[in-house]
């Protein structure tokens, strides 16, 4: 009965399941194989599943029962059971060797099976997410995701910032694709997509709730949203629907969600620049991406959501997270990278009690041998290295820096607060000791002209007098901050610079030096505009030598 939601779904707990089919050797990866996908607590068949195909697997796994129970004669099966058999060898090999002509590698021996309920819903997590991340390898989705990207744009930027680098260190080291990587990520964050907490109502604009679940439409399921939220708005009683797609391809045209949909569709977008990329799955609530960095011979922690790039301590230290699981997901395989992202590796270890580190392991061994059979012994020897350089990059803690000190930034502060991500810089940390120092190029001294306007919506800086000029991120022309971000509210359209969550007063100044230049101010003019909310309140400071004068943000 297909088109009975009933028949659709198998709770992870449930004791048939459990007992006498999770079990079985191949269970899991063959249901995978047939259509079903992860939702929480269930698997679920979705609408946009195929049931012909679920039926070929049948009919495969039948003819191979019945040459067994037949004494081992050969059984014929359908040139349809064939070919779905044998699409499925990678997950299910038992299940292809009668139906396929083509000699099958022996198996990797399997890893032990789930003993508990915990075991078994970790497996699926494993399960769900590495098949997902061959959804990033589709050559169509691909060229859907690089017909949104601006490559022409992001690549000149990126030779730009490869140039300007090498110029200021003559042993730079760093490839193109290092700056690629950050443009990528500039881009996504800045220009293509936004935050959701609460949608605002479809009829009046106004703010709404998410109060409850609603039930998904056929099209939702196709898409993979299992998941309705329901944003209710208290003035026009009306309901707008929120669902949490989980197919890359549907998130390139809403462009919007929480971090699930922000790293799903990052990644996506990596893949599609042909940059090495993994989807990193947080046992505690969240999701990023890593890219690999051929120059730095290493892994690159990067959120789309944050527009941070190896900042992999940003979590643990700076929002306070306490971390136990995080996994790597890529086509190649599984890779247990919590280790980077951890810089007390005797507490995360005591927080590791979901499952025996013994059986993930051997799962996750398994997991990978059987996905690494079909790839060449070049590429085998290559992911080996890779491994065995991380393995060696985990023994040690990383150390702590300052650019990763912060609370989080995406999100609204209700949410953030809700999630204990609000945490702020270390006591003595905070502050920017000594930065960036305004000097007059030669085209200013020519000018006698020194002109700069920051916009915080573009987050850009512009020396107008230089050219015009632009100089990308807030605090790359600071000269103090100390308790500052930059937020965006994206559910009221505004951008600023702020204080941080939890501390009494922040602070930022910019410098300008024109002694070296042997030249003396004549005039200043300073437009500055500021707001505050409830109680806050903001100081403008012009201070030359000894001299400080106060003015009004306006």
Known sequence: YPNEEKYRSIRIGNPTFSTKLLPIKGAVECLFEMGFEEAETHLVFPKSASVKQLKLIREAIAAERDQRLRGGQPVQPTPQAAAASASASASAPESSTAASSQPVTPPPPPPPQPSSLN?????????????????????????????????????????????????????????????????????????????????????????????????????DLRWGAQRVENHYCQSCQLSTRFPRYNNPEKLLETRRGRCGEWANCFTLCCRALDLEARYIWDSTDHVWTEIYSVSQRRWLHCDSCENACDKPLLYEVGWGKKLAYVLAFSKDQVVDVTWRYSCKHPEVLSRRTRVQEAWLLHTING???????????????????????????????????????????????????????????????????????????????????????????????CRVSNNSEVIQNWDQCVWRKESVLRKVENDWQMVYIARTEGSSMGRISWKFDFAAAGMKIKSVSIMASSQTFHSGKVCWHLQAGQITTEFSGG
């Open 367 to 461: 997991l990978n041998a059987s996905r690494q059979q079909s790839l060449s012994p070049d590429r085998k020897k290559v992911l080996t290295e890779r491994l065995l350089v991380e393995l060696v990059e985990f023994i040690s803690p990383p150390k702590k820096t300052p650019g990763e000190l912060g609370g989080r930034n995406s999100g609204s502060l209700a949410w953030r607060i809700a999630r204990g991500e609000t945490r702020g810089a270390d006591a003595g940390t905070a502050t920017q000791a000594a930065g960036y120092v305004f000097t007059p190029t030669e085209k200013e001294k020519s000018d006698r002209l020194l002109h700069v306007h920051y916009s915080a919506t573009k987050d850009q800086y």
């Open 119 to 219: 075991s078994m819903s970790f497996f699926v997590t494993l399960q769900s997410n590495f098949q997902h991340v061959m959804l990033y390898e589709n050559p169509e989705l691909q060229q859907k995701a690089r017909s949104y990207i601006p490559h022409q744009q992001l690549s000149s930027a990126a030779e730009h910032k490869l140039k300007e680098a090498k110029e200021a260190d003559p042993e730079c080291k760093l490839g193109i694709e290092d700056f690629l990587v950050l443009e990528l990520l500039r881009w996504f964050k800045q220009d293509f997509f936004s935050w959701v907490d609460c949608l605002p109502c479809s009829r009046c604009g106004g703010p709404t709730q998410n109060t409850s679940s609603l039930s998904p439409t056929a099209d």
